[in-house]
C-alpha cells in the first residue's frame, strides 16, 4: 500500500476507533460519523476503508496486533517461575480491561463481540500462539524451561487471561492491579503444588 494509501486508511481506523468508542456501535449512521470525522469523503472512505465491516475487521487486526506487541517485550523475557507468569497475565488482563474500544464493545453490543473471545476463543489462542510459541520453545531448547506441552500451556495462559478480562469474580477485583497479581500468584501457586503423574497423584476416576 503507497504510503499516501496507508495514511488515509489509519485516518479512517482512527476515526473509527473514536466514533465506536463514543458509541458508535449501534449507530444507524456510522459510515457517515467516520467520514466526518476523518474529513473524508464517503466515495473516499469506500475507496480507502472498504465496507463498515471491512473496517470493523481491519481495526480490530491494528488492535489486537497492538496490543500483542506491547505484550512481546515481556514475553521474550519469560522466566519459569510464578511471580513472572502473575505478572505477565495481571498485565494481559489490565491491559485488556482499559482498553478503551474493547470496553465500549462490551458495554454496547456484547452479544456481538463476546463470542470472539469465548465460543470462538480459538481465533485468538491461535494469534498468542503464533507470537509466544517460538519465544517458549527456544527456552526449552536451551534447557531455560522443562519440557512442556507449548500449545497446552499458551492456550491455558490465554483463556485464564480472557476468562478474567471478560468476566467478573467475586474472588478478585480484576480492576485493582495488586488486587489482580495477588489473585494470580495464588493461581499459580495452587498449579506448582499439584503433584505430576508418578508423584503421589490419585489415579483418575473411572468414567462408569
Not at 168 to 184: K, M, T
Amino acid at each position: 500500500m503507497p504510503r499516501q494509501d496507508g495514511d488515509i486508511h489509519a485516518r479512517i481506523l482512527d476515526a473509527a476507533a473514536a466514533c465506536l468508542t463514543e458509541g458508535g456501535f449501534t449507530s444507524n449512521r456510522l459510515l457517515s460519523a467516520i467520514a466526518r470525522r476523518a474529513g473524508l469523503s464517503r466515495p473516499t472512505l469506500y475507496k480507502y476503508g472498504g465496507s463498515l465491516d471491512e473496517i470493523k475487521d481491519a481495526l480490530i487486526e491494528r488492535e489486537l496486533t497492538a496490543y500483542l506487541a506491547e505484550a512481546a517485550p515481556i514475553i521474550d523475557a519469560a522466566r519459569w517461575d510464578a511471580d513472572y507468569v502473575s505478572d505477565l497475565l495481571a498485565f494481559l488482563v489490565g491491559r485488556a480491561r482499559r482498553h478503551p474500544l474493547l470496553s465500549a464493545a462490551v458495554r454496547d453490543v456484547p452479544d456481538m463481540v463476546l463470542p470472539w473471545f469465548t465460543i470462538r476463543a480459538d481465533l485468538t489462542v491461535a494469534r498468542v500462539t503464533a507470537l509466544a510459541a517460538p519465544v517458549v520453545q527456544e527456552k526449552i531448547d536451551r534447557g531455560e524451561f522443562p519440557p512442556v506441552d507449548v500449545p497446552v500451556l499458551i492456550d491455558v495462559l490465554t483463556r485464564i487471561v480472557l476468562s478474567l478480562v471478560f468476566v467478573n469474580s467475586a474472588g478478585v477485583d480484576a480492576d485493582d492491579p495488586e488486587d489482580l497479581r495477588r489473585y494470580l500468584r495464588t493461581v499459580t501457586g495452587f498449579i506448582v503444588l499439584l503433584p505430576s503423574p508418578g508423584e503421589g497423584a490419585s489415579p483418575a476416576p473411572s468414567a462408569r
